[in-house]
């Protein structure tokens, strides 16, 4: 059975209650992260606390804890779970008012939640392989830089690709590659790794933080820049980046080879890298 925190309290997840009149289920006003957890250790952990801490800033809600008690309701949840490794959910969200009303209420107690599940980072056969990916408008708001938990929009572009038996829908707005409905994409052409700049229009993923710092570390050509759609397309590597997916390879995009259809020598490299960069980590902390 699987332990959660509600506000203030541990207990069985299937006895955590919110009220109906809470603003994250009326208006999904609220923030959240995802952090991976490997042998029981959060990974990037005062990264995560700190882009929960610019959403909610950026939200107009007070941030409930302080880092060091934010670190203490992870270190707790984490260990009152049956998991080596895990996924900690984590959300703010404004709380609850005695009537619907779009503008926030004056005194605002927020609901902070959280709980953990089994990490389950993606099968063998899909990094050998690579996985299947579809494109589509990035039709959502212009504040993807925020965690926010109004995921509505992600959410259809994600069943989206679910639909065509695909596992991530590739995103371009305005002619530009954006990032995947939960994940940052990563374009290799000619050797060299590209990645969009951090913006309103995506999220600054931790991960793709990784990724980036790896191929400065270890001195793989790199440039951050805006991707036209057609650079995309033309790739000869495609690969996602997130806290649960780590490093994918995507070897198809509508139906079509992604360079020669199968995973690239940047991409199996950086998933190398990746690992032993978290297994060092692991062991030091
Ligand atoms: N999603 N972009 C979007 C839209 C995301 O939802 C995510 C992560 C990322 C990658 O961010 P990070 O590397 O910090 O995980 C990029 C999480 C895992 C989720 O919603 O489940």
């Known amino acids: 059975m699987s332990l959660c925190y509600l ?18 289920f ?11 957890v490997y042998s029981r250790r959060p990974f990037r952990l005062d990264e995560h606390i700190a882009r929960l801490g610019r959403t909610l800033a950026s939200i107009r809600l007070p ?29 703010v969200s404004r709380g609850v008012d005695d009537k619907r009303n779009h ?13 953990s599940e089994a990490l389950v980072t993606p099968p063998a056969h899909q990094r050998e392989e690579g996985v299947a990916g579809v494109s589509a408008a990035d039709f959502r708001w212009l504040r993807c830089d925020l965690k926010t938990v109004s995921m509505l929009a992600n959410c259809l572009l994600r069943q989206h690709a679910v639909d065509q038996d695909c596992v991530e829908t590739i995103l371009f707005r305005d002619g530009f590659l954006t990032e995947g409905s939960a994940s940052n994409i990563f374009v ?18 931790i991960t793709y933080d990784v990724v980036l710092e790896l191929a400065v570390k270890h001195g793989l050509k ?10 995309v397309r033309h790739a000869d590597e495609l690969w996602m980046s997130s806290s649960t997916k780590e490093v994918l390879p995507i070897t198809r995009l509508d139906d079509k080879p992604v360079g020669t259809g199968r995973p690239g020598p940047v991409g199996r490299q950086m998933h190398a890298w990746y690992q032993d960069f978290k297994n060092t980590v692991m062991r030091s902390e």
Do not use: C
């Open 188 to 205: 290799v052409r000619d050797g060299v790794m590209l990645a969009p700049p951090k913006s309103h229009l995506m999220l600054p993923g």
């Open 63 to 91: 941030d409930p804890h302080r880092p060091d008690e934010w670190r203490e309701i992870i270190g707790e949840v984490i260990d009152r779970n049956p998991w080596q490794d895990q996924s900690v959910y984590l959300q």
């Open 26 to 36: 009326l208006f999904g006003d609220g923030a959240y992260e995802v952090i991976p």
């Open 222 to 231: 790199h440039e951050v820049r805006e991707i036209l759609e057609d650079e």
């Open 103 to 115: 503008a926030f209420p004056k005194v605002i107690r927020p609901t902070v939640f959280l709980m």
């Open 7 to 24: 506000n203030g309290r541990y207990l069985p997840l299937d006895e955590a209650r919110v009220s109906p009149m809470d603003r994250g």
